[in-house]
């Protein structure tokens, strides 16, 4: 006795464990373009390092500057000192300054990170993409 519909059923199958990639690219996409307007602007480093990093059939990842994490989430008061030299040298107000440390008063929350990812997911419905992925496989 054979399965009638076997091959269909095993090339819908096939599309169902596809769906992922072209949705979490959908969903990496709306997520930095929802990041960008949200992040503080100082210098635009942060805001143009923002984007997609890649979307397989696991996990979709967007990157960005290391000091992300930084401005999302804030940083506390902490004493800077200089590692390799004996002094902090720096410009302020238009002079240089040499200090053997230096208290950094910290800085607070700016959060836009997971806001971001969250209204990204909720504009990206997968069952969507998996019904019309199902029913272009047949």
Do not use: C, Y
Not at 35 to 54: D, M
Not at 112 to 121: G, H, N, P, Y
């Amino acid at each position: 006795m054979s399965l009638k519909g076997s091959p269909e059923l095993q090339r819908r199958l096939r599309a169902i464990g596809q769906t992922f990639k072209p949705v979490g690219r959908k969903w990496a996409d709306t997520t930095v373009n929802l990041a960008k307007p949200a992040v503080p602007v100082k210098t635009g480093r942060l805001r143009k390092s923002i984007r997609r990093k890649n979307a397989s059939m696991k996990r979709a990842t967007v990157v960005a500057h290391f000091t992300a994490p930084m401005v999302d989430a804030g940083t506390k008061p902490h004493t800077i000192v200089p590692k390799r030299a004996k002094n902090l040298v720096f410009q302020a107000g238009g002079q240089t300054i040499f200090a053997r440390k230096v208290h950094h008063r910290g800085a607070r929350a700016q959060p836009f990170r997971q806001k971001a990812a969250r209204e990204a997911l909720r504009r990206t419905p997968m069952a969507e993409e998996l019904i019309k992925l199902w029913n272009e496989a047949a």
